[in-house]
Structure formats: structure tokens, C-alpha cells
């Protein structure tokens, strides 16, 4: 099985099944093997693993130049300098910009591991994420599939990102970040495919999970009440589309995950209300596969 049929794969399942298949495969590994790859580190610290193993690989780096090279190469990718023609960024610069973004990608991840870099290293890491995201609706690349063309699934780089912010240590400030990237991530139909599943499996902790749906469902309460400091009924359309939707989902699937079905059903009745009907009708899928009434697909 190929990695990328793996990935799809996994996706279907919730969070006890994937629970149980990690088990089963850690018992199933020699002692040996996993003292070689380090199994024990990477299930303690996923985000820490792979940077510690791609920094074993690589030159040592320059953490505050990397953290340079990214400001450019965002600053650029902003304007369109990859994509048109400018004197800014020369031609053949603009056909590296895959091999830099996917630079950028790991070398901030071991960037993020030095103290002083570490707050500016995650942010830029964050905004790397939202333009290539941004690269798929308009065109600042020369491909419209940036996150196939580098070679990182959308939802890696997701949990990449999650894993390094849990570090900051404020479960409230994680929770919003997480959110925050989901919107930035979706289109009107709701967030890309195994990405809320993503979300879900790593809110590790029954109290992480319900700040999550307390905040996803604060944040649908926002699109139609009267009360609005976030400003989110003076959106587009398309935009308070894309909110009802990924946080519909959010808190469709962590209800769910909880153990709490008519939870679940009421906030996708709420998000419903805001939301496009495709993305209604991926809400009604989600709790017809959980047996759950409440919701049917729209007419």
C-alpha cells in the first residue's frame, strides 16, 4: 500500500480506531526497531521527531536567516512575484519557488526548536500554510495545487503546525490558532477532506475537546447574533460560508468523538442556517455515518 492510499485510508476512521491500530502496530514491532527509529519519541513528540530527524539530515542552519528567507518569500508570494512576470523576482528564481517552499517548510519546523527564534519561526511557519492555501484560489503560483507540487499533504502540514503551537502552552490561544487556520484552509463547502478529523485526533484530552466545541460553537453564534466584536456578519457571503462550514464540522465531529450525538446534531442544525447546501448535505453524511438523527440533506 502506497503512502498516499494509507493516508486516505485513515481518514475514514475516528479517533478509538486509530487509537487501537497504533497500538496493535507498536506491539507488533520489534524492540529492537523501535529503539532504531525512535518510536517512543515520535509518539511522545510527533512535531519534535521529525524536525530532530530532518536536522540529523541537513546542515545545521541559521535559525533567524531562515526566519528572513521566509519574510521574502512570503512578501513576494503576496505580490505575485512567482507567478507574473516582475523585476523583483527573476525567471528562473520563479521556477525554484517549489523547491523553496519546501525548504522553508522544514527548515522553519527546525527553526522553531530555537528558543529565540522559536515565536517568530511558528508564526511564519502559519502564514507559509495560509498563502499556499491562498495559492489555490488565486493565482500567486504557477500551480494551483501548491501543496501537491511541494510534495506536503494539506493536513501534515496542519498537524505540523498544531503540534508546534501546543508547545506555547495556552490550551485557550491553541484551540483559536487551530480554528483560525481551519477557516483560512476552507471554501465554501467546508475545510479539505481529513482535516477536522486531523484537528479531532490531536485534542488529545476530554477538556481540549469541549473548549474546541465551545469556541467553534461561539464562533456560530457570532453569524447571527446581534452582538458581534468579531465582525463576522460584516463578511462576504462566501466568507461566513466558509465559517459556518469548518466550524459545522468541527463541532459535528468532536460532539461526536465525545460521546454526545445530540449535541452534535443541535450545533450542525446551527451552523446549517449559514451554511451552503453541499456543505449542509456533507453535515447531514457525517451524522447519518454516526447513526444519528436531526439532519437530513437539503432539498
Avoid at 26 to 43: Q, S
Wanted: glycine letters at 6%; one cysteine or more; aromatic letters at 6%.
Amino acid at each position: 500500500m502506497k503512502v498516499a492510499e494509507l493516508r486516505d485510508l485513515l481518514a475514514r476512521y475516528d479517533a478509538e480506531t486509530l487509537r487501537a491500530i497504533i497500538v496493535e502496530l507498536y506491539k507488533a514491532t520489534p524492540a529492537a526497531l523501535k529503539r532504531e527509529k525512535e518510536l517512543d519519541e515520535l509518539i511522545e513528540d510527533p512535531g519534535r521527531w521529525r524536525a530532530k530527524r530532518r536536522a540529523g539530515r541537513r546542515r545545521t542552519i541559521d535559525a533567524a536567516l531562515v526566519c528572513d528567507d521566509a519574510e521574502l518569500f512570503l512578501e513576494n508570494a503576496r505580490e505575485g512575484n512567482y507567478f507574473k512576470p516582475n523585476l523583483a523576482v527573476s525567471k528562473k528564481e520563479r521556477a525554484k519557488w517549489r523547491f523553496v517552499a519546501k525548504r522553508l517548510y522544514r527548515d522553519l519546523q527546525v527553526a522553531a526548536l530555537d528558543e529565540e527564534c522559536r515565536e517568530d519561526a511558528g508564526d511564519l511557519l502559519r502564514q507559509l500554510f495560509e498563502v499556499l492555501c491562498e495559492g489555490e484560489r488565486i493565482y500567486l503560483f504557477p500551480s494551483t495545487t501548491p501543496f501537491e507540487t511541494i510534495k506536503v499533504p494539506k493536513e501534515e502540514f496542519y498537524l505540523t503546525l498544531l503540534t508546534l503551537d501546543l508547545r506555547r502552552g495556552n490550551p485557550g490561544t491553541h484551540v483559536d490558532m487551530a480554528l483560525d487556520v481551519l477557516v483560512a484552509a476552507s471554501d465554501r463547502w467546508g475545510a479539505p477532506l481529513g482535516m477536522v478529523p486531523a484537528l479531532v485526533g490531536h485534542l488529545r484530552t476530554p477538556d481540549m475537546k469541549e473548549l474546541a466545541v465551545e469556541k467553534a460553537g461561539h464562533r456560530l453564534r457570532e453569524l447571527g447574533g446581534r452582538d458581534d466584536p468579531s465582525g463576522e456578519r460584516k463578511r462576504s457571503a462566501e466568507q461566513r460560508w466558509k465559517v459556518a462550514a469548518a466550524m459545522g464540522e468541527v463541532a459535528v465531529r468532536t460532539c461526536l468523538d465525545l460521546g454526545e450525538p445530540d449535541r452534535a446534531a443541535t450545533l450542525a442544525r446551527r451552523a446549517g442556517r449559514f451554511m451552503d447546501r453541499l456543505a449542509n448535505d456533507r453535515l447531514a453524511r457525517i451524522l447519518e455515518e454516526a447513526n444519528v438523527e436531526g439532519l437530513g440533506p437539503s432539498s
